[in-house]
């Protein structure tokens, strides 16, 4: 799968799946979902295989492994979502007594600890988004949730004031490419980079975000430059370049009328035109 962000009004699981199976640190942890609604490959870190069943009883998720041919269950206690993990080590959360908790197992030595609480009680959620040095970072309050972080040393939870709400993220090393969107639209693409802690809009209202692309080093986006993309007619979009390291954005697509746009990569964008034909346009 690629490493991208489509924000289009897809279900929940579904923005999962494409946004956090991605690399977590130079360490090889890995944010990846774990329902089986996502493709394996998309569950897959170093030959263990995630998945998770909902259990209508308990309210819980049975969290899986896949390892070396043999089926193990982790937890029976899970909150689904997504997991971290290099293979041998995983990091996942539970709901006890109202608040969530971060555990982490050994999958090798087939041991379990508590680590935490990500959470006080009434919060709505904790959806873990990577890991980098020693800090895991996490939505809390998902839809339209908040930014938090979890020290492993100290074992406190902080929230993090980005400025905006949001409902998912991608891991780049120290970079968080960060998108609210609940089925109405997106409001704002943004970078967060958590070695500084310093956040920064790179497209927002009223020039629409609509799709996105991001890499270690970029993020290509197209947003709206004019027109209504509910209103069923063309609209005029461009495309954009973003870099992260300093800070700086680079137009690559000037002007473009479109019915709706399907794809986009390093290379280029797919498109619809306004007499419904395919096509593609490179950079």
Request: charged letters at 20%; a positive charge.
């Amino acid at each position: 799968m690629k490493k991208m962000e489509r924000l289009f009004a897809l279900p929940l699981f579904l923005l999962i799946c494409m946004a956090l199976s991605v690399p977590a640190s130079a360490a090889a942890y890995k944010t990846v979902p774990v329902s089986t609604s996502c493709e394996e490959a998309d569950r897959t870190v170093r030959g263990a295989i995630f998945s998770s069943v909902y259990n209508t009883s308990s309210g819980n998720f049975s969290l899986s492994v896949e390892k070396d041919g043999a089926t193990k269950t982790i937890t029976d206690a899970a909150t689904g979502g997504t997991v971290i993990s290099n293979g041998s080590v995983v990091y996942y959360v539970s709901k006890k007594s109202g608040r969530y908790v971060l555990y982490k197992a050994d999958l090798n030595k087939g041991t379990v600890k508590r680590i935490g609480k990500l959470t006080s009680r009434g919060h709505y959620g904790a959806d873990l988004l990577g890991l980098y040095k020693n800090t895991i970072l996490y939505i809390v309050d998902s839809p339209e949730g908040s930014l938090a972080a979890f020290d492993l040393k100290s074992k406190k939870a902080r929230t993090i004031h980005v400025g905006e709400a949001f409902t998912q993220g991608t891991q780049h090393g120290k970079y968080f490419v960060l998108a609210d969107g609940t089925g109405a639209g997106y409001s704002y693409l943004g970078v967060y980079n958590a070695a500084n802690g310093t956040f920064r809009r790179i497209a927002k209202l009223p020039k629409e975000p609509l799709i996105w692309y991001s890499t270690s080093k970029y993020v290509y986006f197209a947003e709206l430059k004019s027109g209504n993309t509910f209103s069923g007619k063309p609209y005029t979009i461009c495309v954009r370049r973003y870099r992260y390291a300093t800070k700086k954005t680079k137009t690559l697509i000037r002007s473009l009328k479109v019915k709706y746009v399907t794809d986009i990569s390093s290379k280029k964008l797919t498109y619809v035109t306004a007499g419904g034909k395919t096509k593609t346009k490179k950079w």
